[in-house]
């Protein structure tokens, strides 16, 4: 369940330091609680870890549900508000909300890797070593599957299939996922050549840390910065836009909106949607900057 305390307290500092009216706290509060809920759908419990792209998400999800510019401004007014509340009591280091504004949010789709990026990124792993070998394994998983960092952690051994090409999600909405070959190598030479060395005894989960435990969400976000700075990638990668760029290219090359939806875990399709249409945005790029009449 995600963390709502915060969403109380802040309710609170409404009502009782900045004597705001009811409807004010009304909307604020709802808004904030509207947002909880998207980040709960994505797998994250506190907001100590939304990103900028969750927030540009969320607003390309109203967007797309039709909610009205007035609607979204106010949203947007709302959560930049409550962010900076929490900067200011210590709970974020920084306001993620801080450069956006909903005209701004319009103009930019999520995030996505490049193909080239994606391979380059891949490639930096030493899977002869234990530790880069387990790091292969993470990262060619995430992006064969598009799912949620919480999900890829929360992952057993006996949750993964190499003969059938499947694994079984269980930690977000419960779903089977097929993987790509090479995913399956990645996974494979992990568990034959590196976990059992790794692991420690009676130890469930697939991917562990040095202590041999379950890796936490923590390190593998740390993992990732250091391969995405090994490769060159002049922007940060987290698992976020891994798994944006797992929808991108996806339908670039023809999936369908539905079985997309079914792979991320969606509930509502409007979640999916936004990847088609920040899809079409960069095809639309990408033909006015090469076409020699565009």
Same mark, same amino acid.
């Given at each position: 369940?995600?963390?709502?305390?915060?969403?109380? &307290? !802040? =309710?609170? !500092?409404?009502?009782?330091?900045?004597?705001?009216?009811?409807? $004010?706290?009304?909307? *604020?509060?709802?808004?904030?609680?509207?947002?909880?809920? !998207? /980040?709960?759908?994505?797998?994250? $419990?506190?907001?100590?870890?939304?990103?900028?792209?969750?927030?540009?998400?969320?607003?390309?999800?109203?967007?797309?549900?039709? =909610?009205?510019?007035?609607? #979204?401004?106010?949203?947007?007014?709302?959560?930049?508000?409550?962010?900076?509340?929490?900067?200011?009591?210590?709970?974020?280091?920084?306001?993620? #909300?801080?450069?956006?504004?909903?005209?701004?949010?319009?103009?930019?789709?999520?995030?996505?890797?490049?193909?080239?990026?994606?391979?380059?990124?891949? &490639?930096?792993?030493?899977?002869?070593?234990?530790?880069?070998?387990?790091?292969?394994?993470?990262?060619?998983?995430? *992006?064969? $599957?598009? #799912?949620?960092?919480? &999900?890829?952690?929360?992952?057993?051994?006996?949750?993964?299939?190499?003969?059938?090409?499947?694994?079984?999600?269980?930690?977000?909405?419960?779903?089977?996922?097929?993987?790509?070959?090479? @995913?399956?190598?990645?996974?494979?030479?992990?568990?034959?050549?590196?976990?059992?060395?790794?692991?420690?005894?009676?130890? /469930?989960?697939?991917?562990?840390?040095?202590? +041999?435990?379950?890796?936490?969400?923590? +390190?593998?976000?740390?993992?990732?910065?250091?391969?995405? &700075?090994?490769?060159? %990638?002049?922007?940060? %990668?987290?698992?976020?836009?891994?798994?944006?760029?797992?929808?991108?290219?996806?339908?670039?090359? +023809?999936?369908?909106?539905?079985?997309?939806?079914?792979?991320?875990?969606? @509930?509502? #399709?409007?979640? $999916?949607?936004?990847?088609?249409?920040?899809?079409?945005?960069?095809?639309?790029?990408? !033909?006015?900057?090469?076409?020699?009449?565009?």
């Amino acid at each position: 369940m995600f963390n709502t305390k915060l969403i109380d &307290e !802040y =309710r609170n !500092y409404l009502s009782d330091d900045r004597k705001a009216s009811l409807n $004010t706290i009304s909307s *604020y509060i709802c808004d904030i609680t509207k947002f909880s809920d !998207y /980040l709960w759908s994505e797998g994250k $419990t506190d907001f100590f870890d939304v990103m900028e792209d969750d927030v540009l998400l969320f607003i390309s999800l109203l967007e797309n549900k039709g =909610r009205s510019p007035a609607t #979204i401004s106010r949203c947007v007014a709302s959560l930049k508000a409550f962010f900076s509340y929490l900067t200011e009591k210590g709970v974020v280091e920084c306001n993620p #909300i801080l450069g956006i504004s909903s005209s701004t949010a319009e103009k930019k789709p999520p995030r996505i890797l490049s193909g080239k990026d994606v391979v380059r990124l891949l &490639e930096q792993p030493d899977d002869k070593d234990p530790k880069g070998c387990r790091d292969k394994a993470m990262i060619e998983t995430l *992006y064969a $599957t598009g #799912i949620r960092v919480s &999900e890829l952690v929360a992952l057993n051994e006996s949750d993964v299939n190499l003969a059938t090409r499947l694994i079984t999600c269980r930690a977000g909405r419960e779903r089977v996922i097929p993987i790509c070959a090479t @995913a399956v190598r990645a996974i494979g030479n992990f568990i034959s050549s590196a976990r059992k060395n790794m692991a420690a005894p009676g130890e /469930l989960a697939l991917f562990v840390n040095t202590s +041999g435990s379950r890796m936490s969400r923590q +390190g593998f976000w740390k993992v990732l910065k250091s391969y995405s &700075e090994k490769a060159g %990638i002049s922007s940060d %990668i987290t698992p976020q836009i891994l798994r944006h760029s797992f929808a991108a290219h996806l339908l670039e090359n +023809g999936a369908d909106l539905r079985s997309l939806q079914e792979m991320l875990g969606h @509930a509502d #399709i409007s979640s $999916t949607q936004v990847y088609a249409k920040a899809v079409k945005r960069h095809l639309k790029e990408v !033909y006015q900057r090469t076409h020699p009449r565009a």
